[in-house]
């Protein structure tokens, strides 16, 4: 009975508060706290950086689990920004309707940003673009900035033309669909593009090919590394080619200790990077033991904002 008491006359108190007729010093003596300075400490405790991460991170407890409890997961750990790997051509997002899709992200305090999608060119280019602009109309339902190919058939044993084709005249044709609706159009690397075609780095042929107004590159920090070159260089060579970066470490980020992500993530940042995802690929414990470490080790990391 006091403490029903006691809420009637906190929730009475709140309202005349709202009217100016109650000082925030009778609250105070009742709660502990002032409401303003517990807001504030309430505020401090949930305020995060904008760490994203690519869900394909947790991809089997997805399958294990199902979406909607891997998203309770995430945003419990303090992830912000999504990134996908489950449209389908049904135009559903991990078999979602791409609007509730957003909506599940909205009310757990996040938001996906970004998809990872591929869809290879067939014997009929009209049709593989149709495909495309299917899945541009469901990611723009979404409320997508971002779709990316994550993978392409382009290895040492293509040729120059087979690049050209993909990346000047296939990818263009989409990125220009993509823009159309609001989106960018992009591509992530792996390590197979740091091989040479005719003495070449397939990496900066398709950077040349490809149109710097309707396709950017979501450079993986960790496959240029292991594809022996310097991530911190092409953002210096290339400023305003990398918008968005994925980083990965070999298992939980900063715990193989072999990537400095520091000089990374400054000259990203000097280049006006705004987005960034966390993918976890292998694992030293589970999969949420290791994506919460990549969590902590970013979240605790100053030069990360």
Partial sequence: ?????????LK?????????LVAPQILMSCGGKSASNGAADEAAKVAKKHIGLQLYSLRDDINDLGIQKVLEIVSKMGYVNLETAGYSDDG???GVEPTEFKKMCSD???RATSAHLSHFIGDDMNKDLAWWNNAIEAHKKAGMKYMVMPVSPINEKASLDDLKRYFGDYFYQIGLAAAGAGIKFGYHNHDYEFKKIDGKLIYDQMLEYSSPDHIFFEMDVYWVKRGGQD??????????RFPVLHIKDETAIGASGTID???????????GMKDWYVEVERYDGTPQEDVQKSYDFLN?????K
Wanted: aromatic share 16%.
């Fill in 1 to 9: 009975m006091i403490m029903q008491n006691r809420r009637d006359f």
């Fill in 300 to 304: 605790n990391a100053d030069y990360v």
């Fill in 261 to 271: 992500f520091k000089p990374i993530f400054e000259q990203a940042y000097a280049n």
């Fill in 108 to 110: 757990l305090g996040m």
């Fill in 12 to 20: 009475r108190a709140s309202m005349m508060l709202a009217g100016g």
């Fill in 231 to 240: 991530p911190v260089e092409y953002l210096k060579k290339y400023p305003n």
């Fill in 92 to 94: 559903k997002i991990y």
